[in-house]
T-cell receptor
Framework: GENVEQHPSTLSVQEGDSAVIKCTYS??????FPWYKQELGKRPQLIID?????GEKKDQRIAVTLNKTAKHFSLHITETQPEDSAVYFC????????????????FGRGTQLTVWP | NAGVTQTPKFRVLKTGQSMTLLCAQD?????MYWYRQDPGMGLRLIHY???????AKGEVPDGYNVSRLKKQNFLLGLESAAPSQTSVYFC?????????????FGPGTRLTVT
């Protein structure tokens, strides 16, 4: 099955700086790559996603880039704020046409981002 | 819309006891999932369902059973709880149409097995 690796596991930045979190995946047929943010004690929530036919997507201060050839994708947060502090998870969606995987998401282990004021 | 709800929010069990966690969604989603979250391990899929009456194993299914008797509900059962099952459990649901693959998560259930 798919294997998603995420780095770094922890990231500390000063308010206003940029933060980058990187993920790699193993299955070249994966076709959807979401990013979830989980604040302390809360549920994961989708913040941005990208499909395999797109190389970059941006939404205000956050952007995601995808390199299908290298099988990696990244989350970029600019002008970080203390409220960006959370755990961020990347994921890859298995292609439904690949037997029994039925389109499930495979998650990375998460990155604890801390933004210092 | 309530979205995805989970019952209970917290539970403490003794080793060997059984319990059922209930997940309900009101978004008419076909797919539902049960994950466990442990520190440093991310979200690991226990079981999932692609429709009423169907279930499938995820990556950590041992010690758990599930049922999807109604489209809106997905139950996770622990027949004989073990300390290794101490975790936070999240349910999620999704629509699998071409326009959206987003998974919506419930608030979680914190389970402690002593």
């Amino acid at each position: 099955g798919e294997n998603v690796e995420q780095h770094p596991s922890t990231l500390s930045v000063q308010e206003g700086d940029s933060a980058v979190i990187k993920c790699t995946y193993s299955d070249s047929a994966s076709n959807y790559f979401p990013w979830y943010k989980q604040e302390l004690g809360k549920r994961p929530q989708l913040i941005i996603d990208i499909r395999s036919n797109v190389g970059e997507k941006k939404d205000q201060r956050i952007a995601v880039t995808l390199n299908k050839t290298a099988k990696h994708f990244s989350l970029h947060i600019t002008e970080t704020q203390p409220e960006d502090s959370a755990v961020y998870f990347c994921a890859a969606r298995a292609n439904v046409n690949r037997g029994s995987t039925l389109g499930r998401l495979y998650f990375g282990r998460g990155t604890q981002l801390t933004v210092w004021p | 819309n309530a979205g995805v709800t989970q019952t209970p929010k917290f539970r403490v069990l003794k080793t060997g006891q059984s319990m059922t966690l209930l997940c309900a969604q009101d978004m008419n989603h076909e797919y539902m999932y049960w994950y466990r979250q442990d520190p440093g391990m991310g979200l690991r899929l226990i079981h999932y369902s692609v429709g009423e009456g169907t279930t499938a194993k995820g990556e950590v299914p041992d010690g758990y059973n599930v049922s999807r008797l109604k489209k809106q509900n997905f139950l996770l059962g622990l027949e004989s709880a073990a300390p290794s099952q101490t975790s936070v459990y999240f349910c999620a649901s999704s629509y699998q149409g071409l326009m959206s693959y987003e998974q919506y998560f419930g608030p979680g259930t914190r389970l402690t097995v002593t």
